[in-house]
């Protein structure tokens, strides 16, 4: 079973512009949560989706959305970037919102 | 309160001895500690779990003993082997909302 892919791996843009970030979810998986982590902060949950539905958000300002498509794949976009969202965006797949999470590569964004 | 605090930030261990993580909550609604492994380029893997109803749980090498009247669990890897050398985060969650709430991470290395 393939696992949680996260594309692109490696991203640059710069201060000001957007970004949008994919993940596909290990098959059958319906639910998809969104963490950030840096060396500062760690890892901090972003957001959770669930049947389409954003279940949950955590303390990020509204630059920061996602959404979730009928096929339970996941896109969140971050407007008007800043220096310190550089940062690795993993995404975690699970079966619905009380299973275990398995977790993407992440994508390396780096804002300069 | 939401806080999960994890301690060390860093350990050496010696091939073949025993690696102790600690973590502390404060949160006591929090029903659900797992436990994940990162390593470089990686996202975290779970590694394994517990819940209040247990006060240890053995996998392998790897036990997670849970102190629910200190609010305290920890990470024990016995025999540690050179591949265990990653970066090891605890967490904990509560109810069906499984927001995970993380520790800030562990920086494990094991000498040959």
């Known amino acids: 079973k393939a696992g949680v892919t996260q594309t692109p791996r490696y991203l640059i843009k710069t201060r000001g512009q957007q970004v949008t970030l994919s993940c596909s979810p290990i098959s059958g998986h319906r639910s998809v949560s969104w963490y950030q982590q840096t060396p500062g902060q760690g890892l901090q949950f972003l957001f959770e989706?669930?049947?389409?539905?954003?279940?949950n958000k955590g303390n990020f300002p509204g630059r920061f959305s996602g959404r979730q498509f009928s096929n339970s794949r996941s896109e969140m976009n971050v407007s008007t970037l800043e220096l310190g969202d550089s940062a690795l965006y993993l995404c975690?797949?699970?079966?619905?919102?009380?299973?275990?999470?398995?977790f993407g590569p992440g994508t390396r964004l780096t804002v300069t | 309160q939401q806080q999960v605090k994890q301690s060390p930030q860093s350990l050496i261990v010696q091939k073949g001895g025993i690696s102790i993580i600690n973590c502390a909550y404060e949160?006591?609604?929090?029903?659900?500690f797992p436990w994940y492994q990162q390593f470089p380029g990686k996202g975290p893997a779970l590694l394994i779990a517990?819940?209040?109803d247990v006060s240890e749980k053995k996998e392998g090498r790897f036990t997670i003993s849970f102190n629910k009247s200190a609010k305290q669990f920890s990470l024990h890897i016995m025999d540690s082997q050179p591949g265990d050398s990653a970066t090891y985060f605890c967490a904990a969650s509560k109810g069906s909302n499984y927001q995970l709430i993380w520790g800030a991470g562990t920086k494990l290395i094991i000498k040959p």
């Open positions: 975690a797949s699970s079966l619905d919102p009380s299973s275990e999470q398995y």
């Open positions: 517990i819940r209040p």
């Open positions: 989706y669930f049947s389409e539905t954003q279940r």
């Open positions: 949160n006591t609604a929090f029903d659900y």
